[in-house]
């Protein structure tokens, strides 16, 4: 004060005076009349003063002025400030050339509350006022310490505008980045989770199928203000074990982030195929493709495991990918013009890259799998559904006589419905051919169950129509309530319907009218009938609504049964043909049924329309057994 000029103090002391209408940091500066040091005169409110803040002020002026903090001094009384007093050591030969108002600004800066920070991001990032002051009043306080000694504002921006998105529709958003610092094979995730903490185990096997490890992981709690729910965000920092070189995050964060969704909300399986998604850069459609033909292979007893098939598709990246585009290349409605070309020249490159693959096993899996896709001759997998959005399943039509290594006898068509709530397999003996579909719990080998019942309806169907068909389905969902197991059944039964008219032909008088969307690489192929099994006898009503609303030409005649037509199981139909075999083979032997007591061993349950109403034509009959796949009956003396 002895040292400085009147003016200058007057200026100092009228601009500390003003700090009292508006509370902000400020610097005043003096310069020594030698040069040796300046004096700084820093002003911070004290609600947000403190040790680290200082050092960093100290910092700050240090740099700016080229000098070296001497000594400082702090003062702390009633005031609303805190006063730090600085003595910078400057050289005296070469005098700093500094800008007060810039230093000022510097120490305003780093002396900024979140609040303030988050404020002035959101002004740099969004336009409209409005917008601007309803983020800062619902974020200011929202994010923890833990975040705000983490993250800047800018990264606070971006999250807020994912954080809105899951307040809006209440799902899952994912954020795939890369991180500052790292090695080249380490990715970044940040999961936005509505109202409760991820649980980690149910995480990680999803990032592991992804071909990913989860080096660290740290959560954060966001509360945003005038909301009774918070979001919770995760911040994962992953690396891919094995991977050469770095990942090029924007070719995949769509794909990733959109295929671990689906994973994570059970509209996609988890295995190992989704490594593909890094690796080949695969969307999850087109993994759903391979995933399709893989449970296909397991229904026909295919030599190789899952697990194994998985791993050679994995193996070859390049490959699986020019598998896909093959599959694309022959059904995508829109190149069907130069498809046949496309299609030429994928085979071309996946035999070329077949060269290169080292294992036996793992060519002749790709090599087959090449070959299912050859066979296909049709699929709904270009369709839509009413809101654009690709279809939850995957229909595909297949020449039996082309697959490799199928079981005998062949049929003439299969269709494989493929999602991850349904798989089930409608044979065809002949382009005429009518069988029902059953509601099948054989999950490993349901079409070997389906293969024996066509030979067996061919047979029957001898003096109806010419050859036989036969479908079923398995529920693949683990539900313990019997009433809600029934409801998914029903719902895994429409979709094998809808599978299955996806891909049929229809008829408008004598015209034929394909199916939208799909490239037909078989001929006109309008018959499809469907009839009752196990399980599905009441479900006749259910697949004549749905060739109904599909505008299919059979209309309620489509499925046999239900209220239009008759319930040949409540009536023993086939059960009353085949008792007048069975009473002209006694009659031969000279036994009245009807009279004369005889023993019974049936092949069935009692649930079963043929065994179960046959039982009910005689009294006379003694059942000493029966069996079926899950039970054995034995009764000695009926």
């Not at 509505?194 to 995480?203: A, E, I, Q």
């Not at 995508?332 to 035999?351: F, H, M, R, T, V």
């Not at 196990?534 to 060739?547: V, W």
């Amino acid at each position: 004060l002895f040292q400085i000029e009147i003016d200058e103090l007057l200026k100092i002391s009228k601009n500390i005076l003003r700090l009292q209408e508006r509370q902000r940091i400020a610097l005043f500066m003096r310069r020594d009349p030698f040069g040796r040091y300046i004096s700084c005169l820093v002003y911070v409110p004290r609600d947000r003063f403190g040790t680290k803040l200082r050092k960093s002020m100290v910092s700050i002026l240090e740099q700016e002025l080229g000098g070296v903090c001497s000594d400082f001094y702090t003062t702390m009384d009633d005031s609303v400030f805190a006063r730090v007093m600085c003595i910078i050591n400057v050289s005296q030969k070469n005098p700093p050339d500094y800008s007060p108002a810039q230093i000022e600004k510097l120490l305003q800066k780093t002396g900024q509350t979140w609040p303030e920070m988050l404020s002035d991001a959101l002004v740099k990032a969004l336009d409209e006022d409005d917008a601007i002051t309803r983020l800062t009043l619902k974020y200011a306080e929202s994010f923890p310490v833990s975040y705000t000694s983490r993250f800047l504002a800018k990264h606070a921006v971006f999250d807020i505008n994912k954080i809105e998105m899951v307040l809006n529709t209440g799902r899952v958003i994912l954020h795939l980045y890369r991180p500052d610092s790292g090695a080249p094979n380490q990715l970044c995730m940040k999961v936005y989770h509505p109202d409760t903490p991820l649980t980690l185990s149910d995480v990680m096997p999803i990032l592991e199928d992804m071909g990913l490890r989860a080096i660290s992981e740290l959560p954060f709690e966001i509360k945003p203000g005038r909301e009774n729910k918070s979001v919770w965000i995760h911040d994962f920092l992953m690396e891919m074990p094995g991977a050469q070189g770095s990942v090029d995050i924007k070719s995949v964060k769509q794909n990733f982030e959109t295929a671990f969704t689906k994973v994570w909300y059970k509209e996609m399986e988890s295995d190992g195929l989704n490594k593909l998604v890094l690796s080949a850069n695969a969307d999850w459609q087109e993994i759903v493709i391979l995933r399709a033909y893989l449970c296909y292979l397991r229904q026909i007893r295919y030599a190789f495991s899952r697990p194994y098939i998985e791993k050679a598709l994995t193996d070859h990246p390049a490959i699986s990918r020019a598998i896909v585009d093959y599959f694309k290349a022959l059904h995508d409605p829109a190149s069907s013009k130069k498809g046949d070309k496309l299609a030429q020249d994928c085979k071309k490159n996946i035999e070329a890259a077949l060269e290169a693959v080292e294992s036996l096993d793992q060519d002749r899996i790709l090599r087959n799998i090449t070959a299912l896709i050859t066979s296909t001759m049709r699929t709904n997998f270009f369709q839509r559904d009413a809101q654009g959005e690709p279809k939850s399943y995957l229909s595909l039509k297949l020449r039996s006589r082309d697959v490799p290594d199928l079981p005998e006898p062949r049929p003439l068509v299969e269709v494989f419905v493929y999602s991850p709530r349904v798989e089930a397999i409608h044979l065809r003996g002949d382009m005429i051919a009518r069988g029902g579909l059953r509601w099948s719990d054989r999950h490993e080998d349901f079409r070997t169950e389906v293969l024996g019942l066509m030979k067996a309806q061919m047979v029957k169907n001898a003096v109806i129509v010419p050859m036989g068909a036969k479908g079923g389905f398995v529920v693949k969902s683990v539900i313990k309530d019997r009433k809600e197991y029934f409801k998914e059944g029903v719902e895994c039964y429409k979709t094998l319907i809808r599978g299955l008219l996806d891909i049929t032909d229809n008829r408008k008088g004598d015209k034929i009218v394909p199916p939208k969307n799909v490239v037909r690489r078989d001929g006109d192929d309008p018959y499809l009938v469907v009839a009752a099994d196990k399980g599905t006898a009441t479900f006749s009503d259910i697949a004549n609504s749905l060739s109904l609303e599909y505008g299919f030409w059979l209309g309620d005649a489509f499925a046999s049964g239900g209220s239009a037509g008759y319930d040949h199981k409540k009536m023993g139909i086939t059960a009353k043909g085949v008792w007048e075999s069975v009473k002209l083979h006694f009659r031969q032997l000279n036994h009245n049924t009807q009279t004369q007591p005889f023993d019974v061993v049936g092949v069935g349950d009692m649930g079963g329309d043929v065994f179960g109403n046959g039982m009910l034509l005689s009294e006379k009959i003694r059942l000493v057994g029966a069996f079926n796949h899950l039970h054995i009956f034995c009764d000695p003396d009926p």
